[in-house]
Nanobody, 115 residues
Framework: QVQLEESGGGLVQPGGSLRLSCAAS????????MGWYRQAPGKQRELVAQ???????NYANSVKGRFTISRDNAKHTVFLQLNSLKPEDTAVYYC?????????WGQGTQVTVSS
């Protein structure tokens, strides 16, 4: 089992920045893939970014060049740096972890981009 705890959401003006963190705990040997998804009101949950334990990354087209995902394997933590934020980035951001035992989700953290 993997438990995920997110932090770092909040209210920011357009053009601003935020940094999200997600720490994994529990009983596991490894987490090959960690990532972030988001869900805006009335929309489906969508992938934002993923990173493998070897550092290979994948981004949604809408965030390429603005968001950066990274991870600390020793601390089982994944980060998402959000720059040049736009109102359409407003959503609940969910941390995700995958290993052969299953897929796990955090409780979500709200990001609101508004002037």
């Amino acid at each position: 089992q993997v438990q995920l705890e997110e932090s770092g959401g909040g209210l920011v003006q357009p053009g601003g920045s935020l940094r999200l963190s997600c720490a994994a705990s529990g009983s596991f040997s490894s987490i090959p893939i960690m990532g972030w998804y988001r869900q805006a009101p009335g929309k489906q949950r969508e992938l934002v970014a993923q990173i493998t334990s070897s550092g290979i990354t994948n981004y949604a087209n809408s965030v390429k060049g603005r968001f950066t995902i990274s991870r600390d394997n020793a601390k089982h933590t994944v980060f998402l740096q959000l720059n040049s934020l736009k109102p359409e980035d407003t959503a609940v951001y969910y941390c995700n972890a995958w290993n052969p035992q299953g897929a796990y989700w955090g409780q979500g953290t709200q990001v609101t981009v508004s002037s």
